[in-house]
Every structure is written in structure tokens, then in C-alpha cells.
């Protein structure tokens, strides 16, 4: 791909608003941005990010780069999915690529896209369709719908789907890879995975076909499944994806609520009906993955499922790694109907009302809990203890669950204090069991005067002017990392030759061989404008002047600790003349250091 594209794109795009539509980052100076890494667990925000140099930089993982790398840090991509989600984001088009050299995800995206389109059309033109077409109209499904969504039908037919893919150029091994054929039982060759079913193409966020979910339109008595999936992918994996995010993300950013359905038609019904907030789990609780890709939108989530969520095991699960991530969970409960598709057919109204209406998941778990023991008997109070306790002791919010604990204790009519004995003994039960969570990573500090040169440099970096402070006290030698030490001559070199510091045109002066040191600087400016914050130019060049003066004794000291560890081999072997020449420099490094502390 040509350098010119990837540059127009980078005009296009500017690194704040991309990150914004992932994660919530915070003002952290005039051009700079300060949020909690999505890369790894972290309470205090080390995650920066520069409007000025279009790059953003994690200072406790490492992790940084510009639009492409956190598109393919974030979303698990390689550089052509990465290139080909940001120029359709830019409205860039892309110069023309042979399919032959294509990465591998594209190709599938290319396939699964033909797909929908054919089942699509068939959906809508062929005859064979007709009673699809009725189905759906009987299920109040509007053409604008099926439009938008993208419904189609796959014919009941063996082969009919892999032919049209394989006249359209695509090779019959990437139309299995992609998940839409099977292997034939008993001969060469590959076979139709939907056949005679209802097609809901599955998008993700950035509105590429990665699956299908297929309805079965025969009788229910031909022990057929109701619905089938794509399997597992290079671009599907069902936990990590929610059906209509990509219709919904916005809608659910403004709203500051993800409302979340079990099936397709519940989704579909939903948006039509113009409550956009919604997704569909494709009936499955929610998983790490989906929770994670709905809290870079909010952290409030509300449930509308079909069982008895008290006595559900999978939703109850998918409300745990919910709670597990510090998200707000309410219950939709339906006035009537089975699930919002049919509530929407029987009163439309209703659906939004009961959206307002939802409450808390702990909320929803005592009036269930209640509404069923009679809390005269001792047994029961008991068993209420049993079913409520395991949910309160993982809320992960210690306010919110020491309230439940007082709750249930005076419904139960007991003292708080055995509710909390046996909260805590079935806590310290399970804190003997291994950890099953990651937790926080530790990374191991830099040396303290590593880390000391590269704030100064850093300052300086930041602040042009201020270079004149370390020019003429700082040596390239007191520096004690070498790549750092290496991009300091540089910019002293810069410095002498122009006798003033311009940021960027010392950037662009670095040579090609040494282009890496341009990347470094840039982290180095940035880390240096999230430790100084809003500090005033008179703390700042006072603690430039002071921590040049921390680096160079440092190096007098170590070289000191050089020179008579090398004197003592030089006696130890009786070598005269070089124990003289380094009692002379020795003593010319005390003098250095006495002059410095005297400065």
C-alpha cells in the first residue's frame, strides 16, 4: 500500500477523537489527554495521549504508537484490517490491491461480505423467497428493516452459495476458512453451511460481515436446529461480539446505557421501534470480552431476558463478570410477552417504559428471593441467606454491598453482625481457592537516574526555550542509558549548529538511520508533560537544574567506583605505571566532584 495513503489517513484522523470512541480520556494539558490504559489493569492513569504529535503512549505497559497501532492493539488486528478500518473511517479509497496478496482476514471480511450480499438478494428477488418475504412481513419486520440490516435467505440447496462465491474469483479453502461451507462426508469438495434459513448477517464495531446467525424456516419437527452460528474464525469468535454494536455504539455512548436482548428479532424489533441503544448476546450470557467492548461506551447496562434470571445460572454469570468490571447492571422486567419482540408487537410503548424502569440486578434478586420464602420459618430464612449471600459477596463496590448486608439483615430480622460473620467466613473460603482473575501487572521500575534523564530531556523536548538550561551543564557521557545518551548528541549537535532548539525540525533533521531515536523523543515529550502537569516554569527549571546535577554526580560517583575497583587490580598485579595514571585521574574526578557540589 502506498505511503501516500497511509499519510492522507493520518490527516483525516486525529488521535483524540479516535481514542475517544473507545475509551473516556481526561484534559491533561493544553494538546495532551491523560486515561486509564485499556491495555492493562491500572487505578491511576498512566495512558497519555498527544493532539500535537498524533501518538499516545502508555507509561506503565509500554504500549504506544499512533491511529494504526492502537487500532491494531485494540481491536487484535494486523496492519491491512487496521489501514482498511481507518481509510473507510477517513473516507479514503484505497489504491487497488491483488486479492492474491491480501492478508487473510481480508479476504474472509471480502468473502462473508459477498454473502450477505447474495443471500440478501435472493431474500428479495427470487421466487423460492416468497413465503421468507411473507414470514417476515407476519413478524412485522418493515422493508426498511430487512434493508438496513441486511436480512436474507439461504436456499435450501446444497451448493448454491459456494458456487456463486467461487465464480466471483474466491478460492473454495478460504470459503471454509470463512465458515460458510463443510467438507462433504464421503468425496472431494465442500457443501453449503446454511441451507433453507433465515440470514442475519453479524457485524462488528467497524460494520464488516465476520458471521451469520441462521433461522430454521422448515418445521420445527425436522429436528433440525432453531438457529446455527458461524463457528469459530480468523474474523468470528461469538464472545467477542454482540449483534448490532456497530448500529448501536453511538446511540449507547449518548444514552450512557447498553440495553442487552438474548435474540436477533428482539435487536431488530428494538431499532425499528427506535431504541437504538440495544444489542443482542444471541442468547448466551456475556462474556469478559463483551463486557469489555461495552464499557469503552458505558459503564451502565441493563438486562431484558427471557427465563427467570434468580434461577438462570448463564445470565447469572454473565452479571458476575459485569459486577467484575465495575459496571452498573439493572433489570428490565416485560409487563407482558415473552421478550421484546413480542411486548413491541403487543404494546410498542411499553418496551421504552420498561427500559426506564428497570431496576438494580440486587434489587431484582430480593424481590424474586422474597416473593417466594415465607421468612417466618427459620428454614427459609436460612435459605434466603444461602441464595442472597453468594450474590452480595461478589458486588465489588464495598458501599454498595455493606448496604445489602444491612438490608438483608433487617428483613431477615438478625443482627448485622452474623450476616457479616457469615459473609466473611464465606469470603475467606473462597480467598483459599487460587486466584482465578489476572491481576494488575507488575513492572519493574526504571533506575532512578535513567528515569530522572529521561524527564529532563523530555522537559526540554517539551519546552524549546528551556534547552539552554542543560546545553552547557549536562554531557552527553553523564547520561547513563546509551540509547538516550544518543538522541541527547543529536539534539546538542542541532543546538550548536543553530544555536536555538526547534522541536520539530530537530525530529525531521535526525537521520534515517536513527529514526527510532525520533519515536523515543516524542514518548519522552510526552511522559514529560504527564509529570509536570501544571507545574509553573520556575519549578520546572529549578527541578531541570537539580536533577542535571543529580545525573553528573551520579556518573563522578560511578566512575569514582570504577577507578578504584581498576587501582586495586593494578596493584594487586604490581602494574606501577597504570596504579599512577589512576591515582591521577582519580583525583581529577574528586576535583569534578567538588566543583559540581560547589556550583
Not at 458486588?395 to 433487617?410: F, M, N, P, R, W
Amino acid at each position: 500500500m502506498a505511503q501516500d495513503n497511509i499519510e492522507e489517513i493520518k490527516s483525516k484522523i486525529d488521535v483524540v477523537d479516535l481514542i475517544q470512541e473507545y475509551i473516556q480520556v481526561k484534559p491533561a494539558g493544553a494538546n495532551s489527554f491523560r486515561a486509564l490504559c485499556p491495555f492493562h489493569h491500572e487505578k491511576t492513569p498512566s495512558f497519555m495521549v498527544s493532539r500535537d504529535k498524533q501518538i499516545w503512549h502508555c507509561f506503565g505497559c509500554a504500549e504506544g504508537g499512533d491511529i494504526f497501532g492502537f487500532v491494531m492493539k485494540m481491536e487484535g488486528l494486523e496492519f491491512p484490517e487496521a489501514l482498511r478500518i481507518l481509510a473507510k473511517k477517513a473516507g479514503v479509497q484505497l489504491k487497488y490491491q491483488d486479492p492474491a496478496q491480501s492478508n487473510q482476514k481480508t479476504r474472509l471480511m471480502e468473502i462473508c461480505k459477498s454473502a450477505a450480499f447474495f443471500f440478501h438478494k435472493i431474500l428479495l428477488d427470487h421466487p423460492k423467497a416468497e413465503f421468507v418475504r411473507e414470514y417476515l412481513k407476519k413478524r412485522k419486520v418493515q422493508e426498511q428493516t430487512t434493508e438496513a440490516w441486511q436480512l436474507g435467505y439461504a436456499p435450501d440447496a446444497w451448493e448454491t452459495l459456494n458456487t456463486y462465491l467461487t465464480g466471483k474469483g474466491f478460492k473454495e479453502d478460504d470459503i471454509f476458512l470463512a465458515g460458510l461451507t463443510i467438507k462433504k462426508d464421503r468425496s472431494v469438495g465442500y457443501i453449503d453451511r446454511f441451507r433453507h434459513r433465515l440470514m442475519f448477517p453479524i457485524w462488528d464495531i467497524h460494520g464488516n460481515v465476520i458471521g451469520f446467525g441462521g433461522r430454521w424456516l422448515g418445521a420445527e419437527n425436522d429436528k433440525m436446529a432453531k438457529y446455527i452460528n458461524t463457528p469459530q474464525t480468523d474474523i468470528y469468535n461469538k464472545s467477542q461480539v454482540l449483534y448490532g454494536i456497530d448500529k448501536a455504539r453511538q446511540e449507547i455512548k449518548k444514552q450512557k446505557l447498553a440495553v442487552i436482548v438474548e435474540g436477533y428479532m428482539d435487536c431488530l424489533a428494538s431499532h425499528q421501534a427506535g431504541v437504538i441503544n440495544v444489542v443482542a448476546s444471541s442468547g448466551t450470557a456475556l462474556t469478559l470480552e463483551q463486557v469489555k467492548l461495552l464499557k469503552r461506551y458505558t459503564t451502565n447496562l441493563a438486562f431484558a431476558f427471557d427465563q427467570d434470571l434468580a434461577g438462570d445460572s448463564a445470565a447469572k454469570r454473565g452479571i458476575e463478570i459485569a459486577w467484575q468490571e465495575e459496571m452498573n447492571t439493572k433489570i428490565i422486567q416485560l409487563p407482558q410477552g415473552k421478550d421484546p419482540d413480542e411486548l413491541l408487537k403487543i404494546e410498542p410503548a411499553a418496551w421504552p417504559r420498561a427500559i426506564v424502569q428497570a431496576q438494580s440486578v440486587m434489587e431484582y434478586y430480593f424481590q424474586k428471593t422474597f416473593s417466594k420464602l415465607d421468612l417466618k420459618s427459620v428454614d427459609n430464612k436460612k435459605e434466603t441467606a444461602r441464595i442472597l449471600l453468594p450474590v452480595i459477596a461478589k458486588l465489588s463496590d464495598t458501599i454498595e454491598q455493606s448496604h445489602y448486608v444491612q438490608k438483608l439483615a433487617g428483613l431477615l430480622n438478625v443482627e448485622e453482625s452474623v450476616i457479616r460473620d457469615k459473609l466473611k467466613r464465606m469470603q475467606l473460603q473462597k480467598s483459599g481457592k487460587a486466584d482465578q482473575q489476572a491481576s494488575e501487572p507488575a513492572y519493574q521500575s526504571k533506575d532512578r537516574f535513567i528515569a530522572l534523564s529521561e524527564n529532563i530531556i523530555g522537559t526540554v523536548l517539551k519546552d524549546n526555550e528551556k534547552f539552554d538550561v542543560i546545553a552547557e551543564q549536562l554531557l552527553p557521557e553523564h547520561v547513563p542509558l546509551e540509547k538516550l545518551s544518543r538522541l541527547y548528541k543529536l539534539m546538542l549537535i542541532y543546538y550548536t549548529k543553530n544555536q536555538a532548539f526547534n522541536y520539530k525540525e530537530f525530529i525531521s533533521s535526525i537521520p534515517q538511520a536513527d529514526k527510532e531515536l525520533a519515536t523515543y523523543a516524542e514518548i519522552l515529550s510526552l511522559k514529560a508533560e504527564q509529570d509536570n502537569g501544571e507545574a509553573s516554569e520556575d519549578f520546572v527549571i529549578q527541578e531541570i537544574r537539580s536533577g542535571v546535577h543529580q545525573v553528573a554526580r551520579n556518573h563522578l560517583q560511578k566512575s569514582l567506583k570504577g577507578i578504584e575497583e581498576a587501582l586495586r587490580q593494578a596493584e594487586k598485579s604490581n602494574n606501577k605505571q597504570k596504579a599512577e595514571q589512576l591515582n591521577r585521574d582519580f583525583s581529577d574526578k574528586i576535583s569534578e566532584l567538588k566543583q559540581l557540589d560547589n556550583e
